[in-house]
T-cell receptor, first 115, second 116 residues
Framework: DQQVKQNSPSLSVQEGRISILNCDYT??????FLWYKKYPAEGPTFLIS?????DKNEDGRFTVFLNKSAKHLSLHIVPSQPGDSAVYFC??????????????FGQGTTLQVKP | EPEVTQTPSHQVTQMGQEVILRCVPI?????FYWYRQILGQKVEFLVS????????KSEIFDDQFSVERPDGSNFTLKIRSTKLEDSAMYFC??????????????FGDGTRLSIL
């Protein structure tokens, strides 16, 4: 099941710089997208989401961009901090008559922010 | 901040035995989910539960699996006869409302299930 793909398994950035994590999807029925952060031995923590009626959503240092025509979304973290070092998951959901909120996850990208 | 809690954090069980994983979702949430993550693989959807019934289940969720909300607070996942390939991290999640509205799911810290 490759409906949601994160092609970069890892990313390393310097503290204070921008981190850009990318996600691609194939299912055109997806209309709600989320980013989760995961530390070892913890569950995914919700970061930010965006619905398909928008192309940008911002929350503090985190901004998610959605390009529906390219079926691509990205998460920008500015400025990056060492505490941001974690695995980041992109997830998507398709809302419709049979909506149950089921999330389809990408493989995750491990972000390392160096001091 | 309200959170989803899962117990136990680690469960070791002999193959063929029954196991029950427990979750306490966030109190005002109405949708409940189980996901699993086999080591090195993606987080996979297992089942969603609303209004005391399963609303959707994946192909993984076969007859060996069942879910229950035995009271107003707990949500359980039972595996009747465990197999080696059931070894995984199991995550419970809940959301405030899903149908016709976009609401994020909030996850517990998971139960690591090890089948011997």
């Amino acid at each position: 099941d490759q409906q949601v793909k994160q092609n970069s398994p890892s990313l390393s950035v310097q503290e204070g710089r921008i981190s850009i994590l990318n996600c691609d999807y194939t299912n055109s029925m997806f209309d709600y997208f989320l980013w989760y952060k995961k530390y070892p031995a913890e569950g995914p923590t919700f970061l930010i989401s965006i619905s398909s009626i928008k192309d940008k959503n911002e929350d503090g240092r985190f901004t998610v961009f959605l390009n529906k025509s390219a079926k691509h979304l990205s998460l920008h973290i500015v400025p990056s901090q060492p505490g941001d070092s974690a695995v980041y998951f992109c997830a998507a959901s398709a809302y419709g008559s049979s909506n149950t909120g089921k999330l389809i996850f990408g493989q995750g990208t491990t972000l390392q922010v160096k001091p | 901040e309200p959170e989803v809690t899962q117990t136990p954090s680690h469960q070791v069980t002999q193959m063929g035995q029954e196991v029950i994983l427990r979750c306490v979702p966030i109190s005002n949430h109405l949708y409940f989910y189980w996901y699993r993550q086999i080591l090195g693989q993606k987080v996979e959807f297992l089942v969603s539960f609303y209004n005391n019934e399963i609303s959707e289940k994946s192909e993984i969720f076969d007859d060996q699996f069942s879910v229950e909300r035995p009271d107003g607070s707990n949500f359980t996942l039972k595996i009747r006869s465990t197999k080696l390939e059931d070894s995984a991290m199991y995550f419970c999640a809940s959301s405030e409302w899903a149908r016709y509205s976009n609401q994020p799911q909030h996850f517990g810290d998971g139960t690591r299930l090890s089948i011997l």
